[in-house]
């Protein structure tokens, strides 16, 4: 029995981060694949304040929260380090995996699931901006390899596309986001991304099912 | 002149937080008192993208967001820690630190300048019963010693009482929230919280001048 569960959802960029992480440490784990329409006993019981994926279980103690989560990860495993090691490159990185949680990705999934008209677009615009700028003369967030703000912007680097593409909501164009649209680019060619990433077809259809669903309500 | 400078308000929770870390940690620093209503330059040009205080200066360099600040602060320099030791312990704490900021604090203050009717208040009442129950058989946070989350918890430590007395909404009581009103006696009754809180007089003052100029509006 695996000392390490996570219960998750694998279509979900919340999940894929620790999967992600757990395997850069090296550390085997069973993932439990959970029903969010029908919550079960195990997550409630392990994450009673938000009832959300994913939970890690250590020898079943439960930690949540999928930042908290990876930063545990880095600090209870051997292993290659996920966070850099100095402390004004960590501080970096935690301001920029905050920006990405709490303000691209609502902007970005607000203006995906709306009418998709440009004032609908204008708070995500403004937020990828600000990433595009950072992402100036740089190849990942954190320099020339893979990362850990890389792990946390995986929502902009996967899913945005597919849900573009099942919605019909464009939001990254390379003339309006070079250099966000670049980090793409190379982020979708890393073997790293590939081996941590759901199937494209499945979430497509999963997406388009979801906007088909909106547009006939 | 000293290396390290803070950007801050000496009335704001999130600027005494860094204080209060860098006072453990025994890092001279210098406090660059902001005016909020026309931002400096300096601060501006520290965080271009929040424009927020409170920012470390650190060599010149800057650190942005509360949380970031005391991870750096820890990390980068010798004396008591301020997070735990044990990574399972450090995942606790980091967990309720963000629970506080992104749960308590908007709900709270929400509250505290509703009309106070008991619809308002029942989402500060649903996250504090949250912090209820994680206070439950505890001193602090943390257990016996007043540690990161405690200073992380200074909002409702000592400015919510103040907000309630201005405002005359009343959010804490300790019929509804024995255990959190007993944290914040112990709380308040800590040598180092009366070292690290503004006047409360001068925050009375400040926080009934907005409540009149609020109910003449």
Redesign the interface.
Known sequence: MSRVKLLGVSGSPFSRRIEWALKIKGVEYELIEQDLQKKSPLLLESNP?HKKIPVLL?NG?P???S???I??ID??FEGPSILPKD??D???A??WA??LDDKCLPAAWKALWSKGEEQDKEEAYEVFK?VDNELKDKKFFGGDKIGFVDIIANFVGFWVGIVEEATGVVLLTSEKFPNLCAWRDEYLNCSQVKENMPSREMLLAYFKARAEAAANK
């Open positions: 304040i250590y103690k930690i949540v929260e930042l908290v989560i930063e545990y600090e209870a402390p004004y960590r501080a970096i935690r301001f905050k920006f600000v």
